[in-house]
């Protein structure tokens, strides 16, 4: 199964909840060949800051769709998606580009790093590009991987590959961290999260609010 | 793979195209020679003599091996043409008085002959016509043996006796001011005092001769009739020439399309591995099914060979259109009646069978490794690509590159071969674009030499006959003539151990102003005062050297025998000869101070009346104004220059395109994904644009100064290869060549970049994000 978190990193204590993302009537159609697909019918949600969201639903309900919209990656057919007041649904492809650089960090699901590039370098290629990133070393040393650093993606495991995507992601200290199946372990994840969003078919079929949420030490991975 | 599959096409077309075009107007050209000379029987043996009685003909025609003879009258004449002041020349040549020459038969183009009886009536050479627009029955004037006398032309002809219309001595054809006529020999005879005799022969040779017998006999029976030495079509001028340039269109149709096609196959072996890995799947899928590794292989040659079919097609077209151009390129100097145009099947299928083979030969392992894939390993992905720390990364310089910078430097090591096959295929344009330019910069050179360093008089005068000093004082006084300077030339054979050669002997004045000698580095050297000096490649073809005693049979006069030390050999680049103090060639001839002209300087505003004085001295042979000369050479063969500069940029450019392209696009498919991760990363569409483009920037520039050595390389072999004792090529290439070459390289480099990074900007974001790679 699917899953996708949405989780927003400053202000996790702070009383008024600022929105960051805002979907409102979101629609997405594929055409493809002589079909049409709705992979996102009439979508609306609010994400706040500090939140973290995660996304359930079957293959094809449209969580990635979502997830690629709010990161800049792809288009809406209808409908808007603004970042802190900023129509993304309307923005230039430089303003997305920009967005995506000093805003947004990802952590993709088959990792997609550099393969001529060593673990270091890999991190460093965002750090390098971004506004007031951390360390690379330290990310990595976050990551668990401190000793690691000069290692190329063929030289390390699936797993370790995983976490340099991870520390990739968060290196650039952006304001939203998007992750499209960052881990094995969804259910227990779930639990960490604010919310819990139910995608099926194109539309929200439920948002759960975690009355208590665990800690990650809470958790068994 | 369209596009790839359309560089491929354009580097094999380029290939095709040249070997078509060199090798079918060589063809052509020998077909049409072969027709012209048999169709209008063109002479097997020549020889001109001072004069011998008519009677002679009947034991020429008895020496063995001889089957027809023909005797003629040959003279040279200035010409007098309104409306043009220069000096112009003609050799005249006598026409039986039927009409009908035996040998050396003239096709009329234009007119009619001569008709018997008249005895001012010429016909004309065409290229000398088209020159001055003349037509049948327009007249101009001619000194004919000192009388002046207005000819009208019955006629306009070409002759396979003068296919290349060239005055002895000049480095290329003037057609305004060198002509051939032909005139009735009666004419010639009387105004010659030739009646009765003759002064030069042609004849044909029986199937079963031997020239080298027969020339032997001819001399031995011209000698005392002063003959110059009999010689066969090898060194008869037009046919020598025709011969050489035979030489040199074999020599391009070898080496040209041999750097297309070993590109060609590089590029398709490029192209079919990449195809090979990105369909491992479908490979495994097919012989999962029970497809053999035969049918697997064939799927990958079939596809190979549709691709150099679609080039070989199209080289035939672009050949056979470039040879045509070529072909009538070569007919403003070679002058045919027609050209014959021919693409033969057997070079077409030459062309086929080469590039196929090529082909093949270059894609074979990866056909093979194709083929011979276990389904089950063929299924799972290509195991990730292995990297490291470069060289110079591990030299300590790592800090000073950015991440995207490495990304370039460790793709380009990864596959050192690759790259460095990259690379010399686009050092292989750049190497073309060189030799399309060298011709112009070496014979720039060649002019500048001969004429700005050796030959510095405006205008060298030829006496009749050798005359006295107070020929010369004539000339000084002239008005206008600034300075005037004495040169005597005496035909001689040179002999040393079992080498001979025949050529002149160049006497000039001690103190010489006007003429220099230049050593190999190019510097003036004096001209010493006993003893020869040759032209180095005559050196070599006699095998002698400074300080050898050299065998000279003066083939004049009394046609003595001397033996002249060598004393030096000097730089010439068109022409063979030897140069002595004059004074010295005097005494080695033992004829006191006999001169064969003079080279003048004069004053430009006097040149009409010079001219014109020039025109009416009977003593005046003939006058060469260097300038003249100059001019009129690059006026003929700027359009050569301008087709070969203008074939080799089509063909540097579609080398450079094709490799570059196909790089470009192997590595944006290679490596789509992680640009795309990038571009989601935030890096901006120029940033990917720098780390797929900066690496092909870099090969490109990589590649240009190994392309100048290989260019330099091929030049070199070019000048080699194409040197003969008409004239020797230097290795010369100017600054503006290299920067030329260069610039269309980087810039069909530039235009391959900017179609891939089209594709760049288009780069789909979300797919890469879906698949694992």
Same mark, same amino acid.
């Given at each position: 199964?699917?899953?996708?978190?949405?989780?927003?990193?400053?202000?996790?204590?702070?009383?008024?909840?600022?929105?960051?993302?805002?979907?409102?009537?979101?629609?997405?159609?594929?055409?493809?060949?002589?079909?049409?697909?709705?992979?996102?019918?009439?979508?609306?949600?609010?994400?706040?800051?500090?939140?973290?969201?995660?996304?359930?639903?079957?293959?094809?309900?449209?969580?990635?769709?979502?997830?690629?919209?709010?990161?800049?990656?792809?288009?809406?057919?209808?409908?808007?998606?603004?970042?802190?007041?900023?129509?993304?649904?309307?923005?230039?492809?430089?303003?997305?580009?920009?967005?995506?650089?000093?805003?947004?960090?990802?952590?993709?699901?088959?990792?997609?790093?550099?393969?001529?590039?060593?673990?270091?370098?890999?991190?460093?290629?965002?750090?390098?590009?971004?506004?007031?990133?951390?360390?690379?070393?330290?990310?990595?040393?976050?990551?668990?991987?401190?000793?690691?650093?000069?290692?190329?993606?063929?030289?390390?495991?699936?797993?370790?590959?995983?976490?340099?995507?991870?520390?990739?992601?968060?290196?650039?200290?952006?304001?939203?961290?998007?992750?499209?199946?960052?881990?094995?372990?969804?259910?227990?994840?779930?639990?960490?999260?604010?919310?819990?969003?139910?995608?099926?078919?194109?539309?929200?079929?439920?948002?759960?609010?975690?009355?208590?949420?665990?800690?990650?030490?809470?958790?068994?991975? | 793979?369209?596009?790839?599959?359309?560089?491929?096409?354009?580097?094999?077309?380029?290939?095709?195209?040249?070997?078509?075009?060199?090798?079918?107007?060589?063809?052509?050209?020998?077909?049409?020679?072969?027709?012209?000379?048999?169709?209008?029987?063109?002479?097997?043996?020549?020889?001109?003599?001072?004069?011998?009685?008519?009677?002679?003909?009947?034991?020429?025609?008895?020496?063995?091996?001889?089957?027809?003879?023909?005797?003629?009258?040959?003279?040279?004449?200035?010409?007098?043409?309104?409306?043009?002041?220069?000096?112009?020349?003609?050799?005249?040549?006598?026409?039986?008085?039927?009409?009908?020459?035996?040998?050396?038969?003239?096709?009329?183009?234009?007119?009619?002959?001569?008709?018997?009886?008249?005895?001012?009536?010429?016909?004309?050479?065409?290229?000398?016509?088209?020159?001055?627009?003349?037509?049948?029955?327009?007249?101009?004037?001619?000194?004919?043996?000192?009388?002046?006398?207005?000819?009208?032309?019955?006629?306009?002809?070409?002759?396979?006796?003068?296919?290349?219309?060239?005055?002895?001595?000049?480095?290329?054809?003037?057609?305004?001011?060198?002509?051939?006529?032909?005139?009735?020999?009666?004419?010639?005879?009387?105004?010659?005092?030739?009646?009765?005799?003759?002064?030069?022969?042609?004849?044909?040779?029986?199937?079963?001769?031997?020239?080298?017998?027969?020339?032997?006999?001819?001399?031995?029976?011209?000698?005392?009739?002063?003959?110059?030495?009999?010689?066969?079509?090898?060194?008869?001028?037009?046919?020598?020439?025709?011969?050489?340039?035979?030489?040199?269109?074999?020599?391009?149709?070898?080496?040209?399309?041999?750097?297309?096609?070993?590109?060609?196959?590089?590029?398709?072996?490029?192209?079919?591995?990449?195809?090979?890995?990105?369909?491992?799947?479908?490979?495994?899928?097919?012989?999962?099914?029970?497809?053999?590794?035969?049918?697997?292989?064939?799927?990958?040659?079939?596809?190979?060979?549709?691709?150099?079919?679609?080039?070989?097609?199209?080289?035939?077209?672009?050949?056979?259109?470039?040879?045509?151009?070529?072909?009538?390129?070569?007919?403003?100097?070679?002058?045919?009646?027609?050209?014959?145009?021919?693409?033969?099947?057997?070079?077409?299928?030459?062309?086929?069978?080469?590039?196929?083979?090529?082909?093949?030969?270059?894609?074979?392992?990866?056909?093979?490794?194709?083929?011979?894939?276990?389904?089950?390993?063929?299924?799972?992905?290509?195991?990730?690509?292995?990297?490291?720390?470069?060289?110079?990364?591990?030299?300590?310089?790592?800090?000073?590159?950015?991440?995207?910078?490495?990304?370039?430097?460790?793709?380009?090591?990864?596959?050192?071969?690759?790259?460095?096959?990259?690379?010399?295929?686009?050092?292989?344009?750049?190497?073309?674009?060189?030799?399309?330019?060298?011709?112009?910069?070496?014979?720039?050179?060649?002019?500048?030499?001969?004429?700005?360093?050796?030959?510095?008089?405006?205008?060298?005068?030829?006496?009749?006959?050798?005359?006295?000093?107070?020929?010369?004082?004539?000339?000084?006084?002239?008005?206008?003539?600034?300075?005037?300077?004495?040169?005597?030339?005496?035909?001689?054979?040179?002999?040393?151990?079992?080498?001979?050669?025949?050529?002149?002997?160049?006497?000039?004045?001690?103190?010489?102003?006007?003429?220099?000698?230049?050593?190999?580095?190019?510097?003036?050297?004096?001209?010493?005062?006993?003893?020869?000096?040759?032209?180095?490649?005559?050196?070599?073809?006699?095998?002698?050297?400074?300080?050898?005693?050299?065998?000279?049979?003066?083939?004049?006069?009394?046609?003595?025998?001397?033996?002249?030390?060598?004393?030096?050999?000097?730089?010439?680049?068109? #022409? %063979?000869?030897? *140069? /002595?103090?004059?004074?010295?060639?005097?005494? !080695?001839? @033992?004829?006191?101070?006999?001169?064969?002209? =003079?080279?003048?300087?004069?004053?430009?505003?006097?040149?009409?009346?010079?001219?014109?004085?020039?025109?009416?001295?009977?003593?005046?042979?003939?006058?060469?104004?260097?300038?003249?000369?100059?001019?009129?050479?690059?006026?003929?063969?700027?359009?050569?220059?301008?087709?070969?500069?203008?074939?080799?940029?089509?063909?540097?450019?579609?080398?450079?395109?094709?490799?570059?392209?196909?790089?470009?696009?192997?590595?944006?498919?290679?490596?789509?994904?992680?640009?795309?991760?990038?571009?989601?990363?935030?890096?901006?569409?120029?940033?990917?644009?720098?780390?797929?483009?900066?690496?092909?920037?870099?090969?490109?520039?990589?590649?240009?100064?190994?392309?100048?050595?290989?260019?330099? #390389? %091929?030049?070199? *072999? /070019?000048?080699?290869?194409?040197?003969?004792? !008409?004239? @020797?090529?230097?290795?010369?290439?100017?600054? =503006?060549?290299?920067?030329?070459?260069?610039?269309?390289?980087?810039?069909?480099?530039?235009?391959?970049?900017?179609?891939?990074?089209?594709?760049?900007?288009?780069?789909?974001?979300?797919?890469?994000?879906?698949?694992?790679?």
């Amino acid at each position: 199964m699917d899953n996708t978190m949405f989780n927003e990193e400053t202000g996790i204590s702070s009383k008024i909840r600022e929105v960051v993302f805002q979907v409102k009537s979101l629609t997405k159609v594929y055409t493809m060949g002589e079909v049409k697909v709705h992979a996102l019918r009439g979508v609306d949600l609010e994400l706040y800051q500090g939140e973290l969201v995660v996304m359930l639903g079957p293959s094809g309900s449209g969580k990635s769709t979502l997830l690629n919209i709010m990161g800049g990656l792809d288009t809406a057919t209808d409908g808007h998606v603004t970042y802190f007041g900023k129509d993304l649904t309307r923005a230039a492809e430089k303003e997305l580009t920009e967005y995506r650089r000093y805003h947004v960090g990802f952590v993709f699901q088959f990792y997609n790093l550099i393969p001529s590039l060593t673990a270091l370098e890999n991190v460093t290629a965002v750090t390098e590009i971004a506004d007031k990133p951390m360390r690379p070393e330290d990310a990595l040393s976050i990551v668990g991987l401190a000793e690691r650093l000069n290692h190329f993606p063929s030289q390390l495991s699936g797993g370790e590959q995983q976490r340099v995507a991870i520390a990739r992601g968060i290196s650039k200290n952006p304001s939203v961290l998007l992750c499209d199946e960052p881990t094995g372990a969804l259910d227990s994840a779930t639990g960490m999260a604010d919310r819990v969003v139910h995608l099926s078919n194109g539309h929200i079929s439920e948002i759960i609010k975690n009355a208590v949420k665990k800690s990650p030490r809470e958790i068994h991975w | 793979m369209k596009g790839q599959a359309f560089a491929i096409v354009l580097v094999i077309i380029s290939g095709v195209a040249t070997f078509v075009m060199f090798l079918s107007t060589m063809n052509s050209l020998n077909l049409t020679r072969t027709r012209f000379y048999q169709d209008y029987r063109f002479a097997d043996v020549f020889a001109s003599l001072k004069r011998a009685p008519e009677g002679l003909k009947y034991r020429i025609s008895e020496i063995p091996g001889v089957d027809k003879v023909e005797t003629r009258v040959v003279a040279d004449v200035k010409l007098d043409i309104k409306g043009f002041h220069e000096p112009v020349t003609a050799k005249l040549i006598s026409l039986p008085d039927d009409g009908r020459p035996l040998l050396n038969m003239l096709y009329l183009r234009k007119g009619r002959m001569v008709e018997t009886g008249k005895d001012n009536e010429v016909i004309i050479s065409e290229a000398f016509a088209e020159a001055h627009g003349f037509s049948p029955h327009d007249t101009f004037g001619a000194v004919i043996n000192g009388r002046w006398k207005t000819l009208v032309i019955a006629g306009i002809a070409l002759s396979p006796e003068h296919v290349l219309q060239v005055r002895p001595g000049a480095i290329s054809p003037d057609y305004k001011r060198y002509g051939i006529l032909w005139m009735n020999r009666s004419a010639l005879e009387a105004a010659y005092n030739m009646k009765g005799a003759f002064n030069d022969l042609a004849l044909t040779l029986s199937a079963d001769a031997k020239i080298g017998d027969v020339l032997v006999h001819m001399d031995n029976l011209l000698e005392r009739y002063g003959g110059l030495g009999a010689y066969g079509r090898k060194d008869q001028m037009s046919h020598r020439y025709l011969t050489e340039e035979f030489r040199q269109l074999q020599r391009m149709a070898e080496m040209f399309p041999a750097i297309f096609i070993s590109v060609a196959a590089f590029l398709l072996n490029v192209v079919i591995n990449r195809i090979v890995s990105t369909q491992r799947d479908q490979i495994a899928i097919l012989k999962a099914f029970g497809y053999s590794n035969l049918n697997v292989g064939l799927h990958y040659v079939k596809l190979v060979i549709l691709i150099v079919l679609l080039g070989v097609g199209g080289g035939l077209v672009v050949g056979a259109w470039l040879g045509n151009g070529l072909g009538n390129i070569y007919m403003e100097f070679y002058r045919f009646p027609f050209l014959m145009y021919e693409l033969r099947p057997s070079v077409a299928a030459a062309a086929a069978f080469i590039s196929i083979g090529a082909a093949l030969a270059g894609t074979v392992y990866a056909v093979w490794k194709a083929a011979v894939f276990p389904p089950a390993e063929a299924m799972r992905p290509e195991p990730p690509a292995q990297y490291r720390a470069t060289i110079i990364e591990r030299m300590g310089l790592q800090r000073f590159f950015s991440q995207p910078s490495r990304m370039i430097i460790r793709n380009i090591e990864r596959r050192p071969i690759k790259s460095l096959l990259s690379i010399i295929g686009i050092a292989l344009a750049c190497a073309i674009m060189m030799a399309g330019r060298f011709s112009k910069d070496a014979i720039d050179f060649m002019v500048d030499v001969q004429f700005g360093l050796s030959h510095k008089e405006d205008m060298a005068v030829t006496f009749v006959e050798p005359a006295s000093m107070k020929a010369v004082h004539e000339m000084k006084d002239l008005k206008g003539v600034q300075y005037a300077e004495i040169f005597r030339t005496v035909p001689v054979r040179f002999k040393f151990q079992h080498r001979s050669y025949r050529t002149t002997i160049q006497g000039i004045e001690p103190d010489s102003r006007l003429h220099f000698l230049l050593d190999t580095h190019l510097k003036p050297i004096h001209i010493p005062s006993s003893g020869i000096v040759l032209t180095d490649y005559l050196g070599n073809i006699l095998g002698i050297k400074p300080g050898d005693m050299l065998t000279v049979e003066v083939m004049e006069g009394s046609r003595p025998v001397r033996q002249v030390p060598v004393v030096a050999l000097v730089k010439e680049y068109i #022409g %063979l000869s030897g *140069y /002595m103090n004059l004074t010295a060639l005097n005494r !080695l001839l @033992r004829e006191g101070d006999a001169v064969s002209g =003079a080279y003048l300087t004069v004053d430009a505003l006097f040149l009409p009346e010079i001219y014109r004085t020039l025109i009416e001295l009977p003593r005046v042979a003939g006058t060469v104004v260097i300038k003249d000369e100059v001019k009129n050479f690059y006026d003929t063969h700027a359009e050569a220059f301008l087709f070969f500069v203008f074939v080799a940029t089509l063909l540097a450019g579609s080398i450079a395109f094709g490799v570059v392209y196909n790089s470009a696009r192997i590595a944006l498919s290679e490596r789509s994904r992680e640009l795309a991760s990038l571009r989601v990363l935030g890096y901006t569409r120029a940033e990917i644009s720098y780390i797929l483009l900066g690496e092909l920037a870099l090969l490109s520039l990589a590649a240009i100064p190994v392309g100048f050595l290989i260019g330099r #390389g %091929l030049c070199a *072999y /070019m000048s080699k290869a194409l040197e003969s004792d !008409l004239y @020797r090529v230097p290795l010369i290439l100017e600054s =503006a060549t290299y920067s030329l070459s260069a610039t269309v390289v980087l810039a069909s480099a530039f235009v391959s970049g900017v179609i891939i990074s089209y594709r760049l900007y288009h780069l789909d974001l979300v797919a890469v994000l879906k698949t694992k790679e």
